[in-house]
């Protein structure tokens, strides 16, 4: 704008200098055609003493009216081509300054815009590397969060798992002591009533001094829950018939053998080996 403005006055002040002139020369030539016409036509005489052109000398002579009339009205014509061609190398001074400054202008505007842009580029690049910072140090906290939660959650998933292993060898440690309390429970009924077994049947055993020696005979019960036999089976005889059958008699005899109403019990005590060795009568 102000380039601009410094072209329109120069232009300005140029213009009234020739206005002025092309005034002032008119002003003469019409002061001089008035005189002239005033007065009647006369010879004019000039003394030229050298040709300004040449430098040649030029000898004095008289010189018609109108000869001067178109010496006057060719130099006026020469002064029209001579403001003419100024004006037009004026005006092309002018357009060519108007040019350059025109083109000053766009290059210090482009100048100005490049240096925004480059501005704005440098804080779009500092505010995305800023973003990508924070999104940087978002995430890591993140990261670190959930790689303590992790650790947590590892740390009380092994304090569970212990407390259940703990709870789980402190439930079997108690389930062993039941299991051993109630088998040797059970244990010491089934010896309590494989003994009455072994009573009865001694009570109902005749034995004779016939036999002597160390013989043995085991026989093997399989009773029903009411007691009474269901098999007899002589598993080991002594290689005396006598003895064995004897033996095998006295079984006979004790039955019904006392039996538990515990099923369980029942189940232990339902088969069972006598063993009849010379003298006793022991369970196997």
């Known amino acids: 704008m ?87 190398e004026r005006q092309a001074e002018i357009a060519k300054r108007e040019a350059e400054e025109r083109k000053a202008l766009e290059l210090e505007q482009l100048k100005k815009i490049q240096e925004a842009a480059a501005k704005k580029a440098e804080a779009d690049k500092q505010a995305l590397l800023a973003k990508q910072a924070a999104a940087k140090e978002q995430a890591k906290q993140k990261l670190a969060k959930l790689e303590a939660d992790r650790k947590q959650q590892a740390k009380l998933d092994l304090e569970k798992k212990n407390s259940a292993v703990k709870q789980a060898a402190a439930l079997k440690a108690e389930h062993d002591r039941k299991v051993a309390e109630h088998n040797a429970l059970i244990q010491n009924e089934v010896d309590l009533y494989k003994a009455k077994i072994a009573a009865a049947v001694e009570e109902n055993r005749i034995l004779s001094s016939a036999f002597v020696g160390d013989i043995v005979c085991k026989i093997r019960l399989r009773l029903l829950p009411d007691g009474s036999i269901l098999n007899l089976t002589i598993v080991q005889r002594s290689g005396n018939p006598a003895y064995d059958s004897m033996s095998e008699s006295a079984v006979h005899k004790a039955a019904p053998f006392p039996m538990p109403a515990d099923p369980e019990l029942y189940e232990h005590v339902k088969d069972i080996v006598l063993s009849f060795r010379n003298g006793e009568t022991t369970d196997a």
């Open 2 to 88: 102000a380039s601009a403005t410094r072209v329109q006055s120069s232009q300005s002040k140029y213009s009234g200098s020739l206005v002025l002139s092309l005034i002032l020369h008119l002003i003469c030539f019409a002061v001089l055609f008035g005189t002239l016409s005033n007065q009647p036509p006369q010879p004019i005489m000039v003394n030229l003493l050298q040709n300004p052109d040449t430098g040649k000398t030029i000898k004095a002579g008289l010189i018609n009216k109108k000869n001067v009339d178109q010496v006057v009205q060719r130099h006026v014509e020469e002064q029209q081509e001579k403001l003419r061609k100024i004006e037009e």
